[in-house]
Every structure is written in C-alpha cells, then in structure tokens.
C-alpha cells in the first residue's frame, strides 16, 4: 500500500445516504477490447475504472 502523499489518482469516498448499489455483470465478449479513461487509486485492494469502446462506456471492478 503506498502513502497518500504518493497517490496521484482520485480515492473512493464513503457511500451517501442516498447511493445505489450497483449490480455488477460481466461485460460483453465484444467489450473487452476497451480504453480506460479515469480510474480509482491503486493503493486499495479494488479498483473502479470508467472504460469507453465502440462507443459505450461503462464501470469496470478490479478486484
């Protein structure tokens, strides 16, 4: 685990009183060639990254 002084990608924060919880699925086989665009820091055990491809976008889960 790295020091925060050292993160340089954005931290999850704590989930609002009114979040959605989110049903994870895995993506279509034509989706796996894809680009990530923004992600999470990889200081935590699970990492978000929003991914775009043949024009979708969608949330990616690394755990």
Do not use: N
Request: hydrophobic share 40%.
């Amino acid at each position: 685990m790295m020091p925060l002084e050292e993160c340089v990608s954005p931290h999850l924060v704590m989930a609002q009183r009114d979040h959605v919880r989110l049903d994870w699925r895995k993506p279509y086989r034509a989706l796996e060639r894809v680009r990530p665009t923004a992600w999470t820091c990889a200081c935590w055990a699970t990492v978000y990254e929003l991914c775009e491809g043949g024009g979708r976008a969608f949330l990616r889960r690394t755990i």
